[in-house]
């Protein structure tokens, strides 16, 4: 399996609710000398997370330690810029399965998708009471649940739905990137190259 499998996840959020988040925000260009998915964690937000004495700056939510879990709340327009794969594969890496925003760029919604982070996008609206959530209690709890395609703010049992292609779906659900895929269904395609 490429990734872990996705049904429904329950965790806190942390905020970051900056608009217009880009890839190159995500994790600088300088970064991006590896070709194996480990270690990009470590440099997600690494512009925003540290100051240039590589010392933490301490109003960045990620160096918060009030926050924590596997979902990441940004604002409009996250993933605009570069189409570089390496911000999902960092985004994965530091330990985030969830991104929520009001719109994410195309290319790095199918980034994220091909990598184990389900992109979920919900309303203006519903994005705006997820940060006064957090904002009230870090410690705010949320569901997501794949299968019925349901974003929940526990505490007030508050939901809204959200799209997924059904073959990405599919994928999520069962920890398979492309190529898993297709070996998954070696057999099917054997049988078809017979006839």
């Known amino acids: 399996m490429a990734y ?5 996840l329950t965790s806190q959020a942390v ?3 900056i608009e ?6 995500i994790i600088p260009a300088r970064f991006l000398k590896a070709v194996e998915r480990k270690g990009f964690g470590d440099n997600l937000f690494r512009d925003w997370r540290y100051d240039k004495s590589n010392l933490p700056i301490a109003d960045f939510p990620l160096n918060q330690s009030k926050y924590s879990g596997k979902i990441l709340v940004g604002g409009k327009n996250f993933g605009s810029g570069s189409s570089r794969e390496h911000a999902a594969w960092a985004i994965y890496d ?3 399965r969830v991104v929520v925003s009001s719109f994410f760029a195309d290319i790095f919604q199918g980034n994220a998708l091909n990598n ?6 919900v309303s203006p609206e ?4 997820i940060f006064a959530a ?3 209690d870090q410690n705010t709890l949320f569901e997501v649940d794949l299968q019925k395609q349901k974003f929940t703010i526990c505490i007030t049992g508050e939901s809204t739905g959200f799209n997924i292609n059904p073959y990405k779906k599919h994928c ?3 920890g398979l990137d492309d190529i898993d895929y297709l070996l998954s269904m070696k057999e099917e395609i054997a049988a078809f190259e017979k006839k």
């Open 4 to 8: 872990d499998k996705f049904t429904t």
């Open 172 to 174: 999520m659900t069962h």
């Open 20 to 25: 217009n988040i880009d890839t190159d925000q």
């Open 134 to 136: 957090i904002e009230a």
């Open 126 to 129: 519903f994005l705006e009471k």
């Open 15 to 17: 905020p970051l609710p």
């Open 94 to 96: 530091y330990g985030f």
């Open 116 to 121: 184990g982070i389900l992109p979920v996008v």
